[in-house]
């Protein structure tokens, strides 16, 4: 295992909630960017590798909120570990099937922490920022398949224009 592309992932993590998490909200609905590489990493890689990035993650997005750590730690170990045995025991080839994966993930991570945020506007926020953001987040992990299974190249870009 290099460890080199994970500290990068936490980096693009921390990055990502300290800076631009705000310049990449739309109306409320913000990337679930420690869910995303944490499903994509277990989707790709060995449980071990996912489960340790993903307790990483937790403590990357647990320092900027204390009292979230012990929640994300538990669900992004969680992510990590189910992504992995159900990319080891279905078949997922197919895009769509990648994608209900993720979408499912992300909607039960976002519901959770929005859950323990504020238990008591869970409704109305479950609407307006939980299931946006999970399909904001769907389209990102969109691309990346995409782009991973040669739907999407520089080469078909670049005959677009």
């Known amino acids: 295992m290099r460890i080199i592309p994970y500290i990068l992932y936490l980096y693009l993590l921390a990055l990502h909630y300290v800076i631009l998490s705000d310049m990449t909200s739309i109306y409320g609905a913000t990337i679930d960017m420690a869910a995303l590489i ?20 937790a403590v990357v997005i647990g320092a900027m909120d204390l009292s979230l750590m012990p929640w994300e730690m538990f669900l ?31 909607l039960v991570h976002k519901a959770a922490i929005t859950l323990v945020m504020a238990p008591s ?40 224009f």
Not at 130 to 138: E, P, R, S
């Open 38 to 57: 944490v499903s994509l990493v277990a989707l790709y890689k060995s449980e071990l590798t996912a489960l340790l990035l993903g307790i990483a993650a």
């Open 121 to 160: 506007d869970f409704l109305f926020l479950l609407l307006r920022s939980v299931i946006t953001g999970t399909i904001y987040t769907l389209i990102l992990g969109w691309l990346f398949f995409a782009y991973k299974d040669g739907h999407i190249s520089w080469g078909r870009i670049k005959e677009l």
């Open 76 to 106: 992004l170990g969680s992510i990590s570990l189910i992504v992995h045995q159900c990319s080891f025991r279905l078949n997922l080839e197919s895009i769509t099937s990648r994608l209900l994966l993720l979408g499912v993930i992300l």
